[in-house]
């Protein structure tokens, strides 16, 4: 399960590159969707908050999703999540 925030804080054609840029690259969410992980929106909504812990409580994940996890963490720890770009 991925869940993008500040849906708010952008304007919604420069969110929606963002999204988009993260599912089709490679280094980011694209391994991860392409094995079938889910992604969703929060919008700062108490119905975007339920929705997502239903997707949660429904979500079964795959086995080898823990060195997706790790991967991505050492990503970001060198520097690449910062939000900028």
């Keep these: 399960?991925?869940?993008?925030?500040?849906?708010?804080?952008?304007?919604?054609?420069?969110?929606?590159?963002?999204?988009?840029?993260?599912?089709?690259?490679?280094?980011?969410?694209?391994?991860?969707?392409d094995e079938g992980a889910q992604i969703t929106r929060n919008d700062n909504t108490v119905t975007s908050a339920q929705n997502i812990i239903r997707l949660i409580l429904n979500n079964h994940?795959?086995?080898h999703t823990q060195s997706l996890i790790q991967n991505a963490k050492v990503y970001c720890s060198i520097?690449?999540?910062s939000g900028e770009g």
């Design 1 to 33: 399960m991925i869940v993008t925030n500040m849906w708010g804080e952008v304007d919604p054609r420069v969110g929606k590159a963002r999204e988009a840029e993260l599912m089709e690259e490679d280094i980011l969410f694209k391994p991860t969707i």
């Design 79 to 81: 520097g690449n999540c």
């Design 61 to 63: 994940p795959l086995p």
